[in-house]
Structure formats: structure tokens, C-alpha cells
């Protein structure tokens, strides 16, 4: 299968609270698996990657984790601030190991 | 500017019609993607090149699409008979071999058809 499955739909915060995505994945050959942020109206922009060989990377505020055995990932923002409200996309390599199956994505939504 | 670009930015077309769209990717970039996004939904796979060889194309993809990168360049995406169904925001993006796997991502075309 080729399916990434991406919750929740819509997620609420307070500003400086923290806000976790999870996905999961069925194909086992994906070995990278990055996560886009799209604001309205604009393009999809990478915010942080993980490859198969790392457990968890970090990057400021931002963090992913994977689980390969389980086949989930999961990106972690703390301290989020107002700006951070966009669209969250998570995504895994497809068979060629270079195209990307997306998640449906994640409403963010910070509130001050 | 040196991203990704994509012509046209919007077309509206009527049902039946073919339509076609094109990318430029980053210089230097030998691999090239199509996504197409509806709204609410993430991109959905279309098809992957790398230099001028396409690689890949989803199975879902009818065979009123295809696509062309004729001297691992830009790349154009042609629609014949369009159908309402095909309205979305179709969206290009390129990566570089080795590279760090990211995906840069053009502003996208989006089509209606009436």
C-alpha cells in the first residue's frame, strides 16, 4: 500500500502550549520522511526531514520522531506562537524512493 | 528569482478542452515532480522525473495526462479533455542527486474548468 495516514485533522493550541502530529505509513521501503508547512495561499515549505536511520532529529522548536518497527511518525512543536498556525503536511517516499505520498494534513490553529 | 517557477499561475478552461502547464525548476536540479492539491487534501502524486527519464506515474493517473522533460529541463504537464474533476492546484517540485532528499516546491497552477 502507498496510504499516509495523517491526525489529527484540525488541532487547537494556546500559545506556548505544545502541539504534536502523528502519521503513519504502510510502505516498508520508505526510508525518508519529511514534513511541509503550508500557510493559505502559499506553496508547501519543509520545515524538518527524518531518514530511516535516525530515531528523532531536532531543530529549534521543531522535532520529529519515527518509529520504524511501528511505521509512525510524529512531528513535536513546543513553545508554538501564533505564527506557527498554518497547514502541516507529513510525507513518506514512495517506492522509487524519491517521490512522496502526503498526508490529508493538520490545521493548526495558535491562539494568543 | 532562482525557485521554482510555474506558467501559467491560472487557467480556466472549458470541459473538453486540453490544457497544458510548465515548470522550471531550480537550475541544476535533475529531479522534477507533479502534485496535484485540492482543497483541504494534501498533494496527491502524479509523476517523477529524473533528468528526462519519467520514472514513475501513479497509478491513479488517467490517461488523458502526460507529461513531457524532453531535455531534463523544464517540464510541461498536458491535460487533454478536461474535466471538472481535474479543477486543482497542480504543483511542481525538484530535488538534486545526491542532495538532502528536500523537495522545493514552485507556487503552482491552479485550473478550473467550467
Known amino acids: 500500500g502507498e496510504n499516509v495516514e495523517q491526525h489529527p485533522s484540525t488541532l487547537s493550541v494556546q500559545e506556548g502550549d505544545s502541539a504534536v502530529i502523528k502519521c503513519t505509513y504502510s510502505?516498508?521501503?520508505?526510508?525518508?520522511f519529511p514534513w511541509y508547512k503550508q500557510e493559505l495561499g502559499k506553496r508547501p515549505q519543509l520545515i524538518i526531514d527524518?531518514?530511516?536511520?535516525?530515531g528523532e532529529k531536532k531543530d529549534q522548536r521543531i522535532a520529529v520522531t519515527l518509529n520504524k518497527t511501528a511505521k509512525h511518525f510524529s512531528l513535536h512543536i513546543t513553545e508554538t506562537q501564533p505564527e506557527d498556525s498554518a497547514v502541516y503536511f507529513c510525507?513518506?517516499?514512495?517506492?522509487?524512493?524519491?517521490?512522496?505520498?502526503f498526508g490529508k494534513g493538520t490545521s493548526l490553529l495558535v491562539t494568543p | 528569482d532562482t525557485g521554482v517557477s510555474q506558467n501559467p499561475r491560472h487557467k480556466i478552461t472549458k470541459r473538453g478542452q486540453n490544457v497544458t502547464f510548465r515548470c522550471d525548476p531550480i537550475?541544476?536540479?535533475?529531479?522534477l515532480y507533479w502534485y496535484r492539491q485540492t482543497l483541504g487534501q494534501g498533494p496527491e502524486f502524479l509523476t517523477y522525473?529524473?533528468?528526462?527519464?519519467?520514472?514513475?506515474k501513479s497509478r491513479l493517473l488517467s490517461d488523458r495526462f502526460s507529461a513531457e522533460r524532453p531535455k531534463g529541463s523544464f517540464s510541461t504537464l498536458e491535460i487533454q479533455r478536461t474535466e471538472q474533476g481535474d479543477s486543482a492546484m497542480y504543483l511542481c517540485?525538484?530535488?538534486?542527486?545526491?542532495?538532502?532528499?528536500?523537495?522545493?516546491f514552485g507556487p503552482g497552477t491552479r485550473l478550473t474548468v467550467t
Open positions: 517540485a525538484s530535488s538534486d542527486n545526491p542532495g538532502s532528499g528536500e523537495q522545493y
Open positions: 510502505d516498508s521501503a520508505s526510508n525518508y
Open positions: 527524518i531518514r530511516s536511520n535516525v
Open positions: 510525507a513518506a517516499t514512495r517506492p522509487s524512493g524519491y517521490a512522496l505520498n
Open positions: 537550475s541544476e536540479h535533475n529531479r
Open positions: 522525473f529524473q533528468n528526462e527519464a519519467q520514472l514513475e
